[in-house]
């Protein structure tokens, strides 16, 4: 039993770590079509920046983990907001070049940050707190898979509000549904491209600090290896659905963990068979548009 | 307005052509819409009616001019040439089928006024059903929303594409009634495949075969040449419908001469 728990909140922990990446993923791709594999590039730069500032204050209190969180997440923001205002948005529409410049941006994000912060993984210090852990069940949790499912449920909750209660918010859930019908109602549709890729980025900054705390360590390669499975999440949970990547994105890592576990290490290779699976029977997703 | 602005042409189109996808959907096509009354858009299926209405609101690739009470308005992006007046009713309604009707309502808002009382007014329906998703309405409701985003602002023109497909004889009438309504305010370029309701609403025609302009004039006087109907548009118009239809016939060919090219080789009809 014990294991199980501990599988579960692994695998509930990871699933937060995926859902912080595919929010931004599946709502840029639903609203704009863009396919952005310089995402984990956003991360990767808010996991950097987070480890900056408990490097440069050289404290690792719990004040210190917060302001990272938040340097972490304006880093990533900034970052994607720039790559949607001067490089996204004077290709609409051109959906080849759109994939081949994320992807150009994503090897040259690598390339840059080995440059400023070499090739080896950089280990992160935490508040002591996540270094214990917590009794459930029988199964001893680590801390640190708390703070990352918490975080994920406040930045669901957060991004659902916003969908729900603001002009963007609807702008942004329309612009999903019929993207050229928002134009012809007399709305700058840019504004909203804008704004998601900023609120991705800045989830996917977030997302950076907490990886780098679940993994214990922070890589150049960091956002890339977690992007694979953010796609994988994306697709499953439906394009452009934030409530269908927040579910496959716990569905998909805790059957990772725990194929992992009793299938001697098949986690990845059923992940991507769910995905099969998922594409096969329900092309559209868990919770996406029907085509 | 003045006497000058009344009888200026609202819309003025000259040699727009547009393409989908690298075939070309619309070929040189030249027409006005005057600044009063229902101007119908006409041709058999296929013809690029739809194609010469989204070409007009920039939503597809086009070449041409298109002057919008005077300004030209053929360079600016699909959003700012809504702000500069013009209202849209897509074919086929589009409304936003996961938000509900207030919101696909609100979302419509671009004035700092908008006319809420009188949606309200001309869609009761709409009112008790604000909270219901638009995707649950039926096809008429749904007409019924995406009139009522339209009619939220005050518009230099509306374009209205096909607002009565495949709806029932009586939501017909009742979407009739609705444009005949707007009309008392603003003009409308109404693309429409039901005859009646073209006799019954339109004063204007401009007529399309294989992606030009074939024929414009009055609707009444085109639609009661039942050879040039045939001929056009593949089928022969009814009898009138409207009240006065010979009178108002007259008064409309009057108005606007008509000038008939052959189809389909016919080049844009002289403006």
Redesign the interface.
């Known amino acids: 039993m014990s294991t199980v728990v501990l599988l579960l909140f692994t695998g509930l922990g990871l699933g937060a770590l995926y859902f912080l990446v595919a929010a931004g993923l599946s709502l840029i791709y639903g609203l704009m079509g863009v396919l952005n594999f310089a995402h984990g590039a956003f991360l990767t730069l808010g996991a950097f920046a987070g480890w900056e500032v408990a490097r440069r204050t050289g404290s690792d209190d719990w004040g210190i983990f917060l302001l990272s969180l938040l340097v972490g997440a304006a880093a990533g923001a900034a970052f994607a907001a720039f790559t949607e205002f001067v490089l996204i948005r004077r290709l609409y529409q051109r959906h080849i070049e759109q994939l081949l410049i994320t992807l150009g941006l994503s090897l040259a994000a690598v390339a840059l940050f080995d440059g400023i912060w070499g090739t080896d993984p950089v280990f992160i210090q935490g508040p002591a707190w996540f270094k214990d852990t917590t009794e459930i069940l029988g199964a001893r949790v680590p801390n640190d898979r708390f703070v990352c499912i918490i975080a994920a449920v406040l930045v669901l909750l957060a991004m659902v509000f916003f969908l729900k209660n603001t002009r963007y918010g609807m702008i942004i859930r329309a612009g999903v549904e019929n993207r050229s019908m928002v134009t012809a109602l007399g709305i700058d549709v840019r504004k909203a491209f804008t704004l998601v890729f900023t609120i991705g980025g800045a989830a996917a900054g977030l997302g950076g600090v907490l990886a780098s705390h679940y993994f214990g360590y922070v890589s150049p390669m960091l956002g890339g290896s977690l992007l694979i499975f953010a796609f994988i999440v994306t697709v499953i949970g439906g394009l452009g659905s934030l409530t269908g990547a927040a579910i496959a994105a716990v569905a998909v890592a805790v059957l990772q963990q725990f194929a992992n576990f009793y299938l001697g290490g098949t986690g990845d290779f059923v992940v991507v068979l769910a995905l099969a699976l998922v594409l096969l029977f329900r092309p559209s997703g868990l919770l996406g548009r029907t085509s | 307005m003045t006497a000058a602005a009344e009888t200026r042409p609202i819309l003025r189109i000259e040699g727009l052509s547009a393409h989908i996808a690298g075939q070309q959907v619309v070929e040189d096509v030249s027409f006005t819409v005057p600044a009063t009354g229902i101007t119908a858009l006409l041709g058999r299926n296929g013809v690029g009616k739809t194609s010469t209405i989204k070409a007009i ?1 920039g ?1 597809i690739d086009r070449t041409g001019a298109v002057e919008l009470d005077g300004v030209r308005i053929e360079k600016e ?3 700012k040439i ?2 500069s007046g013009v209202g ?1 009713v ?1 074919e086929d309604r ?1 409304v ?4 509900t009707v207030a ?1 696909n309502l ?3 808002e ?1 004035d700092d006024a908008p006319r809420r009382q009188l949606v309200e007014d001309l869609f009761p329906d709409l009112l008790a059903r604000s909270a219901q998703m638009a995707g649950t309405l039926s096809g008429g409701q749904q007409q019924m929303v995406s009139l009522a ?1 339209a009619l939220l ?1 005050t518009n230099k023109i509306l374009l209205v594409d096909e607002p009565t497909k495949g709806l029932a004889p009586k939501i017909v009438a009742e979407v009739a009634e609705t444009l005949a309504e707007a009309a008392k305010t603003v003009p409308i370029l109404l693309v429409e495949q039901n005859l009646h309701v073209v006799r019954q609403l339109a004063e204007g025609s401009v007529v399309l075969s294989g992606g030009r302009v074939v024929h414009t004039g009055s609707a009444l006087g085109f639609l009661d040449d039942a050879e040039l109907t045939q001929r056009l548009l593949g089928v022969a118009a009814e009898g009138p419908a409207r009240e006065n239809s010979q009178d108002n016939a007259r008064e409309n060919t009057g108005k606007t001469p008509a000038t008939t090219e052959a189809a389909p080789a016919g080049k844009g009809a002289a403006l």
């Open positions: 609101i939503l992006p699909t959003f809504i702000r849209y897509p589009e936003f089928s996961k938000l919101e609100r979302l419509a671009r985003r602002n």
